[in-house]
């Protein structure tokens, strides 16, 4: 069993920035696909953006272009820098690893709070 930690979370005015790190409790290369999902109030958890182990990274369009998800082997952690953010992104955001499996391990989640 692998345990997620997120930490970062927190208000923001639209426009402004946010860094959401997530550490695991194994080492980081030893994990698969990893990713960040979103569930806003009242709807599913979804995907924002997801990365490789070899760091191949994969955006939806909601992300694509104001979001960078990155994975560090030295630190340890998997990082989903939000620059420009919107009203839409707030939600409780989730790191997740090896999300192809049939069991993918999730942390417990941040709240992202965004305010026009």
């Known amino acids: 069993q692998v345990q997620l930690v997120e930490s970062g979370g927190g208000l923001a005015q639209a426009g402004e920035s946010l860094t959401l790190s997530c550490v695991p409790s194994t080492r980081i290369f030893t994990l698969n696909q990893m990713g960040w999902y979103r569930q806003a109030p009242g709807k599913e958890r979804e995907l924002v953006a997801s990365i490789s182990s070899i760091g191949v990274a994969y955006y939806t369009d909601s992300a694509r272009g104001r979001f960078t998800i990155s994975r560090d082997n030295q630190m340890n952690t998997l990082d989903l820098r939000m620059n420009d953010l919107e009203p839409e992104d707030t939600g409780v955001y989730y790191c997740?690893?090896?999300?192809?499996?049939?069991?993918?391990?999730w942390g417990q989640g941040t709240q992202v709070t965004v305010s026009s």
């Open positions: 997740a690893a090896d999300i192809t499996s049939r069991r993918p391990f």
